[in-house]
């Protein structure tokens, strides 16, 4: 009698351990018609012993094989082998699951007399394994580099980025620890504090100066990160972010802004000192004019007195567009609404000719949006703006600031007379004005504030036919960020 064959004790063993089983199990003859399923079989899926048995196993047929993955299972098991690979079934209700499938058959004296299959569902594991292959594919393309540790600090993975940026291949890191990027520049309090972050649990975020393997040195913004498992942490993943050239991009852009400070400051100096002679020697020639009664003379010196008024108008303007023109290195997120808010109130405090701003009919509607940018910067743009619209809109102008539609940016409207479209182009020229005692250089200073956050500014008809400027970031340039909030 062969080894497989089984006596009646053996067989009322068999059938109590599969009725026990937490696996699928069933029997089947050698034409495969099923004879005997067990509880979990009727679980898994959907049938119960009564739909199965007389029928074969197609009825768990999917439809994700091919003829040649069965005729496979038949050659192996009819020749009396064991046959074993993953499935994919079709439960009762249609719905698929994975099945790690064994066929054994069963010999009496050599002949094949029936086959027994056994059926691990592993669906679930199978959704995993996909979901960690998506996630390591995704971290094997990240423009970062991400290394995870253990919970004792040692690397066990190291991404294609990672390699690039440091100069260590995966075999070099794998089996180190991250000290192995110490450039020496930071004390050990910088890293107590990192690893106390970490153990307690908490995210560690800042920037750190790193080494590479040849020795020169790199600016990471890093952010490590617990990984838990019940509450316990197993380990570690660092995501770093290569801000070398973004830091040095950005000192060469401090030492700009404060050149052109410097130069701008130096510049209204050296124009406001022979000024203030100017306006001293005409105020003793007004008074001389005024003890000898000489009316045509005190007229000149009215008219000189209102060049120099507009003079000083033309520095103060010089001098802040020096200022509003430097870019924006730091910019932090605000409410629009509330910088608007504060704008307006700045504006009708100043007052303007002929009009004051706080005037009970000139309204300010504001819709909310989140920026990142410069505060101050933006709400000089914003004073400029509503200058512009109550110089042009009367006492009773309303002005409309709010998120653009469907894109990011803002705009800022009135219901003014607008500006001819032949004009719109030349409103941001320096010099550019219709008023008998501006500058010209309000509208520039909002131009260059805007380009200094790298954004475009466009003039179009507002949707009450006034005047509407929008905002919205340059390409390449994503420095403004909005978010409605209304």
Known sequence: ???????????????????????????????????????????????????????TPN?????????????????TILAGDVWRDEIVNKRRDGARYVADQTIAPITDDGEVTKFVAINVDITRRKA??????????????????????????????????????????????????????????????????????????????????????????????????????NGKIEGFVAINRDVTRLKKYRREIEKQNER???????????????????????????????????????????????????????????????EQGQLVVDPVEISLQAVAEDAWEQTAAAGTTPWELDHPDATLSVQDTELTADPERVMQLLVNLFRNAHEHGGESVSVRVGPLDFERGFYVEDDGPGIPEDQREAVFERGMTTS???????????????????????????????ARFEFRPERDHAVVETTDTA
Request: glycine share 10%.
């Open 436 to 466: 008998d005692d501006g500058t010209g250089f309000g509208l520039s200073i909002v131009e260059q504030i805007a380009r200094s956050h790298g954004w475009d500014v466009t003039v179009t008809e507002g949707t009450e036919s006034g």
């Open 128 to 229: 995993r394994e996909r979901q960690l292959e998506r996630f390591r594919n995704a971290v094997e393309h990240a423009g970062h580099g991400v290394l995870i540790t253990d919970s004792r600090g040692t690397i066990q993975y190291v991404n294609s980025a990672f390699e690039e940026t440091t100069g260590y291949s995966a075999a070099e890191a794998i089996g180190e620890d991250p000290s192995l990027l110490n450039s020496g520049e930071h004390d050990e309090g910088t890293f107590r504090e990192l690893w106390e972050t970490i153990l307690d649990g908490e995210v560690w975020q800042g920037e750190l100066i790193n080494q590479r393997k040849n020795g020169s040195r790199y600016v990471v913004d890093q952010t490590i990160s617990p990984l838990t498992e």
């Open 260 to 322: 052109l400070a410097e130069y701008g400051q130096t510049v209204a100096h050296d124009l406001r000192n022979p000024l203030g002679v100017l306006k001293a020697e005409l105020e003793q020639l007004r008074a001389t004019a005024t003890e000898a009664d000489d009316d045509d003379l005190v007229g000149h010196c009215e008219n000189v007195a209102e060049v120099t008024e507009q003079m000083e108008s033309l520095i103060d303007d010089f001098l802040t567009m020096a």
């Open 59 to 75: 009825i768990l047929k999917s439809g994700e094989h091919d003829r040649e993955f069965y005729e496979e299972l038949w050659d």
């Open 1 to 55: 009698m062969s080894e497989n064959r089984l006596n009646e004790d053996d067989l009322h063993l068999f059938l109590e351990t599969a009725e026990a089983a937490g696996h699928s199990i069933y029997i089947t003859g050698v034409d495969g018609t099923i004879e005997y399923v067990n509880p979990a079989f009727e679980e898994i899926t959907g049938f119960s012993a009564d739909e199965a048995v007389g029928q």
